[in-house]
């Protein structure tokens, strides 16, 4: 689970998780990776269409560094599943 307090990402819809572009590709974001407001940080599969997630929202800082990416690469996320854990940068 999520530490108590944490600030965490979360998936704006239900989907298959895709962490990289394609399979040959490095991943969006992983532990460390600095973030801001529009970056791609993943890619949800809903009924064949590939939906790049930016990050971003209410709550949310403008800037901040992932600590934890929670869900593995194919895994199907429901609305309000946790993406990301991050730390304010």
Known sequence: G???????FKAPSSGRFYARPSPDKPAFV???TLIETGNTVAILEVMKT???????????PARAKVVRVLPNDGDDLGRGDVILELEPA
């Open 2 to 8: 999520v530490a108590e307090g944490a600030v965490v």
């Open 50 to 60: 590939f939906n790049r997630i930016a990050y971003g929202g209410p709550g949310l």
């Open 30 to 32: 992983e532990a460390g």
